[in-house]
């Protein structure tokens, strides 16, 4: 830009002349260029000033806007339900593998009391009484008259229930939004379910936290919010487990036994399609622990799992299975049966010091369940290789199953494995093992030979395990069940169309002091059908069982746990799919 | 004749003061913040009961000592309006004065009424906070200075309002109340923009804001949750802002009804930060879009009405403070609709608070001084330009 000078030389010099001051010029240059100064300052502060005005316009606009749009929009939920949700996400669902309920929630309310808001305490204490007569009325009174600014009365209502509160019309008591597990089936799977209880608790809602069971082991799946409440699909079958169950139930009755377990596995995936344990409870209404006297007899105790038993001749399937596998023996290999048979300074005799003769054939060792055949045989394999297939089929270990109960249950194993315990082991005494645990070692040898893992979760898809005997070892030892049950120790087991395959076991009880109890035993039988195909493992085990049809009270495992299991197999076979194998001489008659 | 001998009728020296302030005073806007004032005691009939009965007054305590402030700071509104600009100017310079002093003494005599900062000064039956007092004075010394800074062989005014301004900013940062420091700030800034800023000086300012902004979320954990908390889409139902979205979505429209809002008692700022949340419930939108109005009609009425000035002096101290109350009421809505990050601000006029009642009363009688219709020499412009 170009600067008009302060003081132009030319109108100086005439105002020299003229005898004018010419500091005149200068000023009145001055004052010019100062109004030009603020003209320009001034029509650019009008300019911006604009701009401002029209900022704060809009901004005015904008925020007027947002207002209404705000208050267009319906409100999103109610604040009492946003609030629910903090402490819980819904608890997911359990469905049996058909995808039908096993457990789901119920909204319910809690009832609690602010004293300091009471119109009438006493009324109100009387009222609530007679709704609730479990209540005591005097401690309301205190508690109501109190200094407590707040109390909780209960933790769940009815519908009816709180209706009836509702209608003290008492402004003192308030109602508490209440999610709570419902079990629909009542006590059905209750060992498997194992129940619930509240976690922390507030007005607006309670954290639901599994305490055993299947809840417990999957607390945190059921609670994450990132499955959005997918249900937890368990391998139960519900129709399955309900008969199960009721035959059990009516066995243990008419066998007398003071508790009973069964276990029914898929043979190929481990999948435990029904398991009980008797008696049982009602996860609904969780019975307290025991605080005294033996866990075991207490309802909450599963007996499937977490009960250890001796169990008996079952396991002497194994030891021959093993001795086949290890071609030490084949199953028409003639072993010494002269009882008693004596080693070092015990004496290992048959049961019910029965005598076989001097020699038998493997398949009659089995079939027979001569302890004495079992034990050379043991004798063969030796202390070293039966450990190794031991602990192969898992029967060292806890189950795997997925219960919070199951890593406890840990078997019940001599500390030093002398000969003598591999001796006494082969026929299943001296250690002790659930009957999931002898359910697993079924399946893995008489499925064909692969291992399997046992499971309470529903498998898409069955990979085969580990191989632990040949596939050919697998059909013979199944072939020596099937004639256990033809013509062995397990007759009661036959159930027409079905090929039961199975192994008796009758096991004294050990006394807590040491020794064995003469008249109370464990009975189980463990089964695997149909025997041509094998697709399902059955475990019955009874305890103490007798039957007392007969003249004297019979308790081997052949009067007791193995009538039960065939009820078990023709009751439940249809349920699983199975078609009855139609046998040729059935036509003809 | 006889007159000019007796002297029995005094001739006054131009008109009386009332009429002429009557006829120049901006009506409009004096009536805008008449109402602003009724509907804040409106609000404050709905929203501070809660706090007085947890603070074991009775039901409207608050609301009769909003009204008494009220009456004081309406006294000192018209007061300060019929005051010639000059005489406001001399008298806001030494009322900045005399509130920096009272702002520099806070640390040693001031009290923090356990909230975590030293803003007050406390009297027994009211408290004060010197910081409010501070505002509009800051901005008359900094107009001052910057119209001094146009005329020829003037102050460098530019850079001594922004070191005072800067000063200023510092001792509020230690309080620490950052709400005021960002107003006091924003006041000098638009001043510095209408005294004409350079264009590559704002350019660089809102980079050096944005570098600014970046540094602090990265590095202050509070301002980064603030923001994170903003711009996250939903709301936690259970913060403040929350419960202020839930009550002007239940309020809709025409609003739940008077006396049957319940936001005001969740909220424990319902009668200050977040009264628009109370009007929006009770009220609905209706009364929400009638302040907005109130306040859209002050600011933009009186910088339109600044347009047209030519005191450089006038129309910087006018505009910093028609922008200051401006800006303070939107950022106070603009938080509860969520379209600015969580920050205490009063609601001018509407919120309850003594001193800024009070603070607010003169800073608008200033503003109504300062927007009076006055002769702008359009007579002389018109002699001199043709004269040239």
Known sequence: MTRTPLRPLARILEARQKGENPDAIERENIRLRHEDMRDRARSRAEGRLLVLALFFFCAFAVVGGRMGLMAATEPAEPRAATSTSRIVAQRADIVDRQGRILATNLRTHSLYAQPPHMVDPERAARELVGIFPDLDENRLIKDFTGSRKFLWIKKKLSPEQQQLVHDIGEPGLLFGPREMRLYPNGKLAAHILGGYGFGLESVYAAEVIGTAGVEKAFDDFLRDPAEQGRPLELSIDLTVQAAVERVLYGGMRLMNAKGAAAVLMDAHSGEIVAMASLPDFDPNDRPVPLTEGDQADSPLFNRAVQGVYELGSTFKILTAAQAMELRLVNAFTEIDTNAPLVWGKYKIREWGNHNYGPRLSVMDVVVKSSNVGTANIAMMIGQKRQREFFTELGLFDPTPVELVEAPGAKPLIPKRWSEIVTITTSYGHGMSASPLHLATAYASVLNGGTRVMPTLLKRQAVTPGERVVSEEVSTIARNMLRQVVTRGTATFGEVPGYLVAGKTGTAEKPKPGGGYYNEKVITTFASVFPADDPKYVLVVTLDEPVETSGSKPRRTAGWTAVPVAAEVIRRTAPLLGLRPAIEPGAKDG | ?388
């Open chain 2, 1 to 388: 004749m006889t007159e000019m001998v007796f002297g029995a009728h005094p001739v006054r020296d131009g008109e009386p003061i009332l009429p002429r302030w009557w006829r120049t005073v901006d009506k409009w806007t004096m009536s805008c913040v008449l109402l602003l004032f009724g509907v804040g005691i409106l609000l404050g009939l709905a929203a501070s009961p809660p706090l007085a009965s947890r603070n074991g007054f009775e039901a409207f305590h608050y609301v009769q000592r909003q009204a008494f402030f009220g009456g004081l700071a309406l006294t000192a509104m018209l007061l300060t309006s019929m005051m010639s600009p000059q005489l406001v100017r001399r008298l806001g310079v030494l009322g900045f004065f005399c509130a920096f002093a009272a702002l520099a003494l806070l640390p040693v005599f001031g009290t923090d009424f356990g909230k975590g900062a030293t803003r007050w000064y406390s009297l027994g039956f009211a408290s004060v906070q010197p910081s409010e007092f501070l505002k509009p004075g800051l901005i008359i010394v900094s107009a001052w200075l910057m119209a001094a800074a146009q005329e020829i062989n003037g102050p460098p005014g530019r850079t001594f309002s922004f070191a005072i301004t800067c000063v200023v900013v510092g001792f509020l940062a230690l309080q620490p109340d950052f709400g005021q420091a960002c107003l006091v700030l924003f006041g000098w800034g638009v001043m510095y923009f209408v005294a004409g800023a350079p264009f590559t000086l704002l350019i660089a300012m809102a980079a050096f804001v944005m570098v600014a902004g970046t540094f602090a979320y990265n590095n202050s954990e509070h301002f980064a949750r603030r923001i994170d908390g903003f711009l996250t889409p939903e709301v936690d139902p259970t913060t403040q802002l929350g419960y202020a979205t839930g009550a002007i979505q239940e309020g809709g429209f025409f609003g739940v009804g008077v006396g049957e809002g319940s936001v005001k008692w969740s909220l424990p700022d319902a009668h200050t930060d977040f009264i628009i949340a109370v009007a929006a419930e009770e009220y609905g939108l209706i009364l929400v879009a009638f302040i907005i109005l109130l306040f859209m009609s002050v600011t933009v009425r009186s910088m339109l009405r600044l347009i047209r000035e030519r005191d450089p002096f006038i129309r910087l101290a006018g505009t910093g403070l028609a922008c200051t109350f401006g800006v303070q009421a939107i950022i106070n809505m603009g938080v509860a609709v969520r379209l600015l990050p969580a920050k205490g601000m009063t609601l001018p006029f509407v919120s309850y608070g003594g001193s800024s009642l009070i603070a607010g009363g003169i800073a608008m009688g200033m503003l109504l001084a300062f927007t009076r219709a006055r002769p702008q020499g359009e007579i002389g412009d018109i002699l001199t330009r043709r004269g040239r």
